[in-house]
């Protein structure tokens, strides 16, 4: 299977700063990858999917790159909203896996 | 509207059997491919089944393979997750999720029912 690791675990951060978190995959996952976002007693929420697009109502301060084995969520002026946990997953292969997830914390 | 609601989760001893049920409305179900999503107390997201959209089709994580079925009623517009020979590890927030276009990404989730497998 493969394995996701996202990095850092936590990221502190104040409203209006840019957030850059990462997911490297163990071998490539070409462009399949999304990222979702999850708060606390709530289902997580599609961001972007394969890799780069916006999923429909998402804002354009988020944005995703990467192919291959690295990729990247930034959130580019954070709304107190935005203060959650973001996973990322693949769909390359079977089975379909997340990363450990990225909490993102005031 | 556009939702789904899960149902059918409790605490259930280790060894016994346990049906969810995902109900689906504001969407032409029939044509979408649907998954269960598991995500165990604190922790991450884990990835259960897949059924497409024409009930044939099926894919298990290693983890539930030969003790979950996935299957669905088209004409009822319901998800369905019966967990046998439940395992303390199974203990959950089960989520049930529609398939994003056949892509295998999951763009619309339920709010979850919790399993505990516990004696």
């Known amino acids: 299977e493969i394995v996701l690791t996202q990095s850092p675990a936590t990221l502190s951060l104040s409203p209006g700063e840019r957030a850059t978190l990462s997911c490297r995959a163990r071998?490539?996952?070409?462009?399949?990858l999304a990222w979702y976002q999850q708060k606390p007693g709530q289902a997580p929420r599609l961001l972007i999917y394969?890799?780069?697009n916006r999923a429909a109502g998402i804002p354009a301060r988020f944005s995703g790159s990467g192919s291959g084995t690295d990729f990247t969520l930034t959130i580019s002026s954070l709304e107190p909203e935005d203060f959650a946990v973001y996973y990322c997953?693949?769909?390359?292969?079977?089975?379909?896996?997340f990363g450990g997830g990225t909490k993102v914390e005031i | 509207q556009v939702q789904l609601v899960e149902s059918g989760g409790g605490v259930v001893q280790p060894g016994r059997s346990l049906r969810l049920s995902c109900a689906a409305s504001?969407?032409?179900?029939?044509?979408?491919?649907m998954h269960w999503v598991r995500q165990a107390p604190g922790k991450g997201l884990e990835w259960v089944t897949l059924?497409?959209?024409?009930?044939?089709?099926?894919n298990y994580a290693d983890s539930v393979k030969g003790r979950f079925t996935i299957s669905r009623d088209n004409s009822k517009n319901t998800l369905y997750l019966q967990m046998n020979s439940l395992r303390a590890e199974d203990t959950a927030v089960y989520y049930c999720?529609?398939?994003?276009?056949?892509?295998?990404?999951?763009?619309?989730w339920g709010r979850g029912t919790l399993v505990t497998v516990s004696s």
């Open positions: 999720a529609r398939d994003r276009s056949k892509g295998r990404y999951f763009d619309l």
């Open positions: 504001g969407f032409t179900f029939n044509t979408y491919g």
């Open positions: 059924i497409w959209s024409d009930e044939n089709n099926k």
């Open positions: 071998q490539s996952v070409s462009s399949y």
């Open positions: 394969d890799a780069s």
């Open positions: 997953q693949q769909r390359n292969n079977w089975p379909l896996t």
